[in-house]
């Protein structure tokens, strides 16, 4: 009778490095672990300190360190992001200057041109990422109606063809 694979000999094997290399010619470090007591019938986490047995959450710090340059530089190249721009300094300018005539100091003016920029900014990219949702969904059902409607005729196509080679052996005998 064939051993039995779970058992293992020795419960102190360490994993086993290699490197894959795939078609684009990036290098992936893979890990073989070997079956132990502690890790028998375990799903793998996917947590880069899960191999060291170690795992600190993440905070502030580690949030900040993910934020580059360059992310404020194309900023301006996210979806919705315009809109919401533009709509943020019109409500500003609006909310401000009509603060400021109609006799607020100056300070509370621009306090109010603040928060009318983040409202207004927020609401109106909330508002464009709601359009761009219902429109891809749109462009999803128009697809599944073309694709049903692409089928159907591939089976009508189909019965067609049966009945012309059906008729052409009936027509040979």
Known sequence: ??????????????????????????????????????????????????????????GIVDALKT???????????????REGFLAGIGAAFATGGVRAIL????????????????????????????NRRREKEGIQKVNAALLEKKVKEEMKREEIRKARRKAKEEAQK
Request: net charge neutral.
């Open 1 to 58: 009778m064939a051993a039995d694979t779970r058992d293992s000999t020795s419960s102190n094997q360490s994993p086993v490095r290699s490197d894959m290399t795939v078609p684009n010619g990036k290098t992936y470090d893979t890990f073989n672990v070997p079956a132990t007591l502690e890790n028998k019938g375990s799903l793998p986490v996917a947590n880069p300190n899960t191999y060291t047995g170690k795992y600190t959450e993440p």
């Open 67 to 81: 934020i580059k340059l360059q992310d404020f530089k194309e900023v301006h190249k996210k979806p919705c992001t």
């Open 103 to 130: 006799g607020a100091p100056i300070f509370t003016a621009c306090s109010w041109a603040v928060g009318a920029f983040a409202f207004g900014s927020f609401a109106m990219h909330e508002y464009c990422q709601g």
